[in-house]
């Protein structure tokens, strides 16, 4: 479902709080939107998990990304990413499971930053044959974002042009 609907807000926050040489992970990174336009940007190291791997080589996502990781980010584990970005991805994990993965990451000091682009009150279900694009908090809105990750802060919400519905993107720092 991505579009460039909220990315602006991201990129902004990225260039102005992480280093060039800072190390990122973009997770379901699908198309490798966020990838490219962090290479665009001169960012050095940035890896990608997915749990879908299919058009990875026809996409030439190999080319984009440092590492490629076909795994279910909630099985992924790592030591430590300046930088994590949820661009559109969130809504596709377990309210309950999200949760805990990104206070997991809070805690266990594994990160600096999250971003999370998360549309607000949009159903979907299976696309492509690929059962992960399905909508697990189709519910989303500030109030249940305000609820449910507290610690996240609001920083844009923007209009998503194919459906008129919101693109919200929220950040958490350490500093």
């Known amino acids: 479902m991505s579009s460039d609907a909220g990315k602006a807000a991201v990129l902004k926050y990225i260039l102005e709080h992480v ?9 379901g990174f699908g198309s490798g939107i966020y990838g ?14 997915d749990v879908y791997n299919k ?15 076909v795994s279910n980010i909630v099985d992924f584990d790592f030591e430590h990413y300046d930088l994590i970005i949820f661009g ?6 377990e309210l ?47 109030e249940f974002m305000e609820e449910h990750y507290p610690y996240l802060k609001l920083v844009d919400e923007a209009i998503m042009p194919h459906n008129g519905g919101t693109i919200a993107t929220y950040i958490w720092s350490r500093n």
Request: glycine share 6%; aromatic share 10%.
């Open 96 to 142: 309950e499971t999200a949760k805990d993965l990104l206070s997991g990451y809070i805690t266990e000091n594994k990160c600096e930053h999250i971003v999370v682009s998360i549309p607000y009150e949009y159903e979907q279900e299976e696309v492509y044959g690929n059962q992960y694009e399905k909508h697990l908090q189709p519910g989303a809105n500030r």
């Open 55 to 69: 058009n990875i080589q026809e996409l030439g996502l190999d080319r984009i990304y440092d590492g490629i990781f």
């Open 88 to 93: 559109d991805v969130l809504e596709h994990i």
């Open 19 to 27: 280093k060039k040489d800072a190390k990122i992970l973009d997770v």
């Open 36 to 49: 490219k336009m962090l290479r665009a940007f001169d960012y050095q190291t940035i890896d990608g998990v």
